[in-house]
């Protein structure tokens, strides 16, 4: 079975809960994630918390919501669909006119056949969001409406993993668990991380601290960073966001808000050598958790490898996100095999040094052919291209950015360097 047909099927499991940024939706698919890696530590921080300038609102839980005609007929109904309910409703039961009604009603007219995700996190409302298309069936006097949800004090729920490494520093992965049923921009980001924390769990040694966390977006990150910052900050050397990552489209690349960190140059080497087109956004553009992590005095260079960008894609905070339309098993491999790279890159990484003066004679070494004909040089030249820039500044990345050869390449070149004593590592 491939990476990515075992991240589809625990999709698969994650698809119905009823996630928000607070809530039993979060928590049962963090005790999923636990199921599969015992390692994770689900921590919960109380309703009222201040967690940097945001405080954590009271909890939020739904047994039931639908709209029923007065001859008792559901026209709406939250068990159907999880998106039908505008998230953080607040309760609501009553009869009431088909105008008031409307009132709470949320559709997209530009895409009539499509349910939209809405919120209301810090405004009490409630409502129901549908199709635009089945706007004309409302179309009796009267209504009864039913919200039995409960807004209480409770708590935020995240989940952290960490995979020690022969030094502490971290290398960080965040991913956000606060959207209901969508595929892309949800999912997809869970299911990546989930895959490269049990691939890091299988190797014998890895020399970086690796962290996984998975928090409700925004004030997910907020109250991440309130407990860890001063622990982390100096130790994470490169900090991803695992979001939007598992369809087969164009690749997106966001960069951190300095756009020059270490993370920026392997993302973009990364890029460089899947020969596929990515389309590049800025800073401006982002939208997600990247926004608390690089925010001026937090400082954590954060960027992020996606496929269809969150807010670039038809489909996105639609009924439309679906596993199979915007998540396929090839996206999610193809994305998880990316990170893999990225992740032997950054193990790998080092700044070689010459160890002799001048350019080496490779032949008395084994390393030149004995013949020398037209056309047969290339091994040779992509090693003395690569030694060439081995000045104790350039890093893996760098040398191979400048020479163009890929960092396994790059890393093969290296070793053979190395043990024929001509760089010092
Ligand atoms: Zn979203």
Redesign the pocket.
């Given at each position: 079975m491939s990476s990515g047909e075992e991240i589809y099927a625990f999709l698969i499991k994650l698809w119905p809960y009823c996630r928000s940024i607070t809530g039993n939706g979060v928590r049962q698919t963090l005790h999923d994630i636990r199921d599969e890696i015992n390692q994770l530590e689900i921590i919960e921080v109380p309703t009222g918390s201040k967690v940097l300038d945001w405080t954590i609102p009271p909890e939020w839980n739904v047994k039931s919501a639908f709209v029923r005609s007065l001859s008792g007929k559901k026209i709406i109904d939250f068990e159907q669909n999880n998106l039908h309910l505008l998230g953080y409703s607040i309760p609501f039961k009553g009869i009431i006119s088909r105008s008031e009604l409307l009132e709470h009603i949320y559709t997209l007219p530009e895409q009539p056949e499509l349910i939209p995700y809405v919120t209301s996190y810090y405004k009490e409302r409630w409502g129901f969001c549908i199709r635009y298309q089945d706007l004309s069936s409302i179309n009796e006097d009267y209504y009864e409406v039913i919200v039995d949800s409960e807004l209480k004090t409770g708590s935020l729920t995240y989940g952290e993993l960490k995979i020690p490494g022969e030094t502490s520093e971290e290398i960080l992965c965040s991913t956000y668990c606060c959207?209901p049923s969508m595929a892309n921009?949800?999912l997809s980001g869970i299911g990546l991380s989930v895959a490269l924390a049990k691939y890091l769990l299988n190797k014998k040694k890895n020399r970086y601290t690796y962290k996984f966390i998975f928090i409700p977006?925004i004030i997910g990150s907020a109250a991440y960073l309130q407990r860890e910052l001063p622990e982390i900050k100096s130790r994470v050397k490169a900090a991803f966001n695992l979001t939007c990552c598992g369809d087969n489209r164009t690749w997106s690349y966001l960069p951190s808000r300095k756009g020059n960190s270490f993370s920026d140059k392997v993302a973009l080497n990364a890029l460089k050598f899947l020969n596929q087109p990515y389309q590049t956004f800025s800073w401006n553009n982002r939208g997600s958790d990247e926004s608390m992590f690089c925010a001026p005095g937090v400082d954590i260079p954060m960027v992020s490898i996606m496929r269809s960008k969150?807010g670039e894609f038809a489909e996105y905070?639609t009924s439309g996100d679906q596993l199979g339309i915007t998540v396929t098993e090839d996206g999610l491999e193809t994305t998880f095999q990316l990170y893999k790279k990225i992740f032997e890159g950054i193990e790998h990484n080092c700044k070689p040094i010459s160890s002799v003066l001048g350019e080496p004679q490779l032949g008395p070494r084994g390393l030149y052919p004995d013949l020398s004909i037209k056309g047969s040089t290339t091994p040779v030249k992509d090693m003395l291209n690569v030694l060439s820039y081995c000045d104790g500044d350039n890093d893996l990345f760098d040398i191979s950015n400048l020479s163009g050869i890929r960092t396994e390449k790059v890393i093969e070149l290296l070793t053979i360097l190395n043990n024929k004593d001509l760089i010092k590592l």
């Open positions: 959207h921009d949800q977006e969150y905070h």
